[in-house]
């Protein structure tokens, strides 16, 4: 059982550089998320989605755009990438009712 | 003010310690609480749910305080293994699914 997985694991990216990060769930769950982790700040909430079809910024969305696909994937995409996006990024899915998160195993992109 | 602190640490405790960590939260509308473990360069996981009437998962003891708004851990009979950041997470009801997390508790257990 795969859970929620995340590609790529890490990238480099120079200053004005697009790029996606993608993420797929195989467990059905309704709502799918975007995090930062950056040393000291915790987990912050970029964007997410409730269900397949909509998508609500969360507390950090400048500079991002998200997509939900379909249930099962929700990706992220850096239009012009500055080096203060240097960070560690988490895609996480609940289900409905239950709202213990399931993470993927992060990306680590640095911006230069 | 943050929505969810906690202590940063680190805490350096010898196996066998006891340790407890609290959490602070300021939204007293927030209906779950949990604790999740995240290990070095890895990702969160559910480590438990804390109730209201506190519950106990093996050496672990979740304590939830809405009057004063503040959740704690306690690690009994440390080991090794348990050496981790600790973050603590709230849902608050107007968040829908949303969860918000604290910056994290770092535990070192030390032989």
């Known amino acids: 059982n795969a859970g929620v997985t995340q590609t790529p694991k890490f990238q480099v990216l120079k200053t004005g550089q697009s790029m996606t990060l993608q993420c797929a769930q195989d467990?059905?769950?309704?709502?799918m998320y975007w995090y930062r982790q950056d040393p000291g700040m915790g987990l912050r909430l970029i964007y997410y989605?409730?269900?397949?079809?909509?998508?609500d910024k969360g507390e950090v969305p400048n500079g991002y755009n998200v997509s939900r696909l379909n249930k099962r994937e929700f990706s992220l995409r850096l239009e012009s990438a500055a080096p203060s996006q240097t960070s560690v990024y988490f895609c996480?899915?609940?289900?409905?009712?239950?709202?213990?998160?399931?993470f993927g195993q992060g990306t680590r992109l640095t911006v230069v | 003010r943050k929505e969810v602190e906690q202590d940063p640490g680190p805490f350096n405790v010898p196996e066998g310690a006891t340790v407890a960590f609290n959490c602070t939260y300021s939204?007293?509308?927030?209906?779950?609480f949990f604790w999740y473990r995240q290990d070095c360069r890895k990702e969160p996981k559910l480590l438990m749910s804390?109730?209201?009437s506190g519950n106990e998962d093996g050496r672990f003891t979740a304590q939830l305080n809405r009057a004063s708004q503040y959740i704690s851990l306690l690690i009994r009979d440390s080991k090794l293994s348990d050496s981790a950041t600790y973050l603590c997470?709230?849902?608050?009801?107007?968040?829908?699914?949303?969860?918000?997390f604290g910056a994290g508790t770092i535990l070192r257990v030390k032989s």
């Open positions: 997470v709230v849902r608050p009801m107007e968040y829908g699914n949303k969860l918000v």
């Open positions: 804390v109730y209201s």
């Open positions: 996480a899915s609940t289900e409905g009712g239950d709202v213990r998160a399931f």
């Open positions: 467990m059905n769950h309704n709502s």
């Open positions: 989605s409730a269900s397949e079809g909509t998508t």
């Open positions: 939204n007293s509308a927030s209906q779950s």
